[in-house]
């Protein structure tokens, strides 16, 4: 069975922290997605790899940075934690090439930042 | 650029009753649209997909089909149950991938005895 891991459910942390969040697949997928879901405005994609060290922009990058060291294991780091980066974050990973259309997910990451 | 756009909810039904949530996009070419299902404290997980047009997809008694001429694809389904309770989300892959989803915003779903 098909499994993405995040570190934690539920995260809080203090205006000015450094943040990490970890994802993890067991599929061997190529690429691999962070997500912020808020209301009202649904899932919106701040960073994606498709390799080892490869990584783009999605359509909210600013105030985040990712790293992928490892094929397995994707993360999202707040530099300076804000109170408006507290939202839920969504991991997800798909294969590469035909097949990436369908991406997996994992059970999100609720950050609260006092 | 392309975007989806979905009725706002929550839509609140009974038991048994047919479900409707409808789904209309913006996209050139021929997208592949999904929808997904994310279930109360769970991550999204796909429901049902459709990659060409007049395509149905389906899936645990749920029902969408590609329509090009109103670029839409509703969900259906006609007799729901509580443990249907859920937000779903309609998505669209673009033409040529390019490895984004589009989403919807979402709508919950409510089932009551």
Known sequence: DVKVTQSSRYLVKRTGEKVFLECVQDMDHENMFWYRQDPGLGLRLIYFSYDVKMKEKGDIPE??????????????????????????????????????????????TRLTVL | GDSVTQMEGPVTLSEEAFLTINCTYTATGYPSLFWYVQYPGEGLQLLLKATKADDKGSNKGFEATYRKETTSFHLEKGSVQVSDSAVYFC???PTGGGNKLTFGTGTQLKVEL
């Open chain 1, 63 to 108: 105030g985040y940075s990712v790293s992928r060291e490892k094929k397995e294991r994707f993360s999202l780091i707040l530099e300076s934690a804000s109170t408006n980066q507290t939202s839920m974050y969504l991991c997800a990973s798909s294969l590469a090439g035909p097949r990436s259309d369908t991406q997996y997910f994992g059970p999100g």
């Open chain 2, 91 to 93: 998505a669209l892959w």
